[in-house]
């Protein structure tokens, strides 16, 4: 293994652990300026605006659940993380006003839904959803 290509690959796996430090701290952030708790009875979690409340929903086990942008933006850096494990279980680059995407938790516990909207060229706000997965007794 080359030099070069030893640095480079250093240099990503530290990007990456940024990447990480930066998601958890936007949630610890977000966290500590106030939370709203909704049901997500009818199965969908609207990604609207970023803002600094963290909202969380609860969600049954294996419940297909519709995520959706309804802001006016694309949504940048949508990640879903596993709190427990702390693993990334989805990364999508970009999601563009009125898309939407359904997902399914196979297993109970917390998950944490971060993603960021450009406000203006190069400003950008960050925010998290927190998504509680349940059995079905709990709902």
């Given at each position: 293994m080359t030099?070069?290509?030893k640095t480079a690959m250093q240099a990503t796996d530290t990007r990456t652990r940024l990447q990480s430090f930066v998601i958890m701290a936007s949630f610890l952030f977000a966290m500590s300026m106030g939370s709203g708790t909704a049901e997500s009875g009818d199965s969908q979690i609207s990604?609207?605006?970023p803002g600094p409340e963290l909202k969380t929903f609860r969600v049954a086990k294996s419940a297909d659940v519709r995520l959706?942008?309804?802001s006016q933006m694309t949504l940048l850096n949508f990640t879903v993380?596993?709190?427990s494990s702390g693993k990334r279980m989805l990364s999508i680059k970009?999601?563009?006003?009125s898309a939407s995407l359904n997902l399914a938790?196979?297993?109970?516990?917390?998950y944490i839904a971060c993603y960021r909207g450009?406000?203006?060229k190069h400003l950008s706000q960050?925010?998290?959803v927190q998504i509680d997965v349940v059995g079905l007794r709990s709902i």
């Open positions: 030099v070069t290509l990604l609207s605006t959706s942008n309804d993380i596993q709190v970009e999601l563009e006003p938790f196979d297993r109970a516990g917390t450009e406000i203006k960050s925010t998290c």
